[in-house]
């Protein structure tokens, strides 16, 4: 199956479905967890995940790592998704005469 933004929505909404099995007494780790609710098998709890805008967009990226890696390790979620709060650059001219930017955020990716 091609991984695409409809698949993985589509199948993420098929998780909400999952079977939950109360009488598990092993927790599962966050990657089985997540894998066995996508193929509609039991967990032990319904995966969950949710983001948060830090506000971090004029500190250098690697704070911005930190924070994303600290906020999901203290509320132990089981997707890590990453919401970057860096402002697309500005086009300059109309738009018909856009081209592609390799690097649209040079102080923040290095090739």
């Known amino acids: ?3 695409s933004r409809r698949n993985v929505l589509t199948l993420a909404a098929g998780s909400l479905f999952a079977r939950i099995n109360l009488s598990a007494n092993t ?5 089985e967890r997540v894998d066995r ?3 509609g098998r039991e967990v032990d709890r319904t ?3 949710f983001w948060h805008h830090f506000g971090l ?4 990226p690697q704070r911005f790592v930190q924070a ?6 203290r509320f132990h979620t089981d997707l890590v998704k990453v919401m970057s709060d ?3 650059p500005q086009p300059v001219g109309p738009w018909y005469e856009l081209r592609e930017n390799a690097n649209p955020f040079p102080s923040k990716l290095t090739p």
């Open 1 to 3: 199956m091609k991984l």
């Open 27 to 31: 927790p599962m780790s966050s990657r």
């Open 47 to 49: 995966p969950f995940s």
């Open 57 to 60: 967009q004029k500190e250098p």
């Open 37 to 39: 609710a996508l193929e």
């Open 86 to 88: 860096f402002s697309y």
């Open 68 to 73: 994303t890696l600290d906020f999901h390790s």
